[in-house]
Each structure stands twice: as structure tokens, then as C-alpha cells.
């Protein structure tokens, strides 16, 4: 008995440890009447430790406006979006933060019916050795996702 609790304490304190063992994002590209929307999201609690690396001269907090001007400059490099073959210039828009999530987003103008998407996402890849970013390409009722890992490189047909 002695050691089933013991085995049982020892887990209790393990198991929460390794809870969140994973790291990922999610980036939505929405293409529509020749507009492009790339909202990018995250957890909160794996953007605020990755601010020191990423904004090591601010504060490692998501209320430092220094901090969040270098994360949005870090995600424009890292997220890079080409349709049909040009790339596609994004523009900061919003941010939007909540106890849990941290979302930007970026606008930009792409072809009326574009045929092809390509994406170079490595946000965050250097970071967390585990990085997984998602990203959901939405071009009128037709949603294609990539799973992006490492040097993060995919591209869809649409």
C-alpha cells in the first residue's frame, strides 16, 4: 500500500510538469476580393518567455509596448506569405490580447483569384526546438491547412 502512494504522490507531481510539453501557433490566411487577413495565434504563456530572446532589451511582458513592437517586426520576418509566385507585403493591423491568447493580425492585397499559396513560417522555431506552427489558407468556402515545422516551408493549391 505504502508503495502504490508513494508510486501515486510521485506522479501527482510529474504529470502537471509535463502538461504542456508542446508548443504550437495557429496562422489563419484569409484571401477575399483581393484582400489578404493573416491573423496569427498564440498562446500567452509561450509568447511571454519567448520575449526575452525575441525583445531581450524590454521587458519579457505583454503589457511592454517595446516588447510587442518587436514581436510584431519578429513575426513580419519569420511569416513569409507568396501568392502566385509574388510575395505578398503585410501590414501590421491589430493585436488583441486576452488572459490566454495573443493574436496579431496583418492585411494585404494579393489576386482577385489567386491560384497558388506558399508559406515560409519559422516564428517561433527558434525559441522552442519543438515548434509546430499551423496555418489555415481560406479562400471562399474552401479552407487547406499546412503543418509547418523547422525551416516551416509549404505551399497550397487552391
Same mark, same amino acid.
Given at each position: 500500500?505504502? !508503495?502504490?502512494?508513494?508510486?501515486?504522490?510521485?506522479? /501527482? *507531481?510529474? *504529470?502537471?510538469?509535463? /502538461?504542456?510539453?508542446? %508548443?504550437?501557433?495557429?496562422?489563419?490566411? &484569409?484571401?477575399?476580393?483581393?484582400?489578404? &487577413?493573416?491573423? %496569427?495565434?498564440?498562446?500567452? %504563456?509561450?509568447?511571454? $518567455?519567448?520575449?526575452?530572446?525575441?525583445?531581450?532589451? /524590454?521587458?519579457?511582458?505583454?503589457?511592454?509596448?517595446?516588447?510587442?513592437?518587436?514581436?510584431?517586426?519578429?513575426?513580419?520576418?519569420?511569416? @513569409? #506569405?507568396? @501568392?502566385?509566385?509574388?510575395?505578398?507585403?503585410?501590414?501590421?493591423?491589430?493585436?488583441?490580447?486576452?488572459?490566454?491568447?495573443?493574436?496579431?493580425?496583418?492585411?494585404? =492585397? /494579393? $489576386?482577385?483569384?489567386?491560384?497558388? *499559396?506558399?508559406? =515560409?513560417?519559422? @516564428? #517561433?522555431?527558434?525559441?522552442?526546438?519543438?515548434? +509546430?506552427?499551423?496555418?489555415? +489558407?481560406? %479562400?471562399?468556402?474552401?479552407?487547406?491547412?499546412?503543418?509547418? =515545422?523547422?525551416?516551416?516551408? !509549404?505551399?497550397?493549391?487552391?
Amino acid at each position: 500500500m505504502r !508503495g502504490t502512494l508513494a508510486l501515486l504522490a510521485g506522479l /501527482a *507531481v510529474i *504529470v502537471p510538469a509535463q /502538461a504542456h510539453r508542446g %508548443h504550437d501557433s495557429l496562422a489563419v490566411v &484569409t484571401l477575399a476580393d483581393g484582400r489578404v &487577413t493573416v491573423s %496569427h495565434r498564440f498562446e500567452a %504563456h509561450d509568447i511571454e $518567455p519567448a520575449l526575452a530572446k525575441i525583445a531581450p532589451q /524590454a521587458q519579457t511582458s505583454l503589457d511592454d509596448p517595446a516588447a510587442m513592437a518587436a514581436l510584431r517586426s519578429y513575426i513580419q520576418r519569420r511569416f @513569409v #506569405l507568396t @501568392v502566385d509566385g509574388k510575395p505578398v507585403p503585410l501590414t501590421y493591423a491589430t493585436t488583441d490580447l486576452s488572459h490566454a491568447e495573443v493574436r496579431i493580425d496583418y492585411t494585404g =492585397r /494579393a $489576386p482577385r483569384k489567386p491560384k497558388s *499559396v506558399a508559406i =515560409r513560417s519559422t @516564428v #517561433l522555431t527558434d525559441v522552442y526546438r519543438g515548434q +509546430v506552427n499551423q496555418v489555415n +489558407v481560406r %479562400h471562399g468556402n474552401v479552407v487547406k491547412s499546412l503543418t509547418l =515545422r523547422g525551416a516551416g516551408t !509549404g505551399s497550397i493549391t487552391l
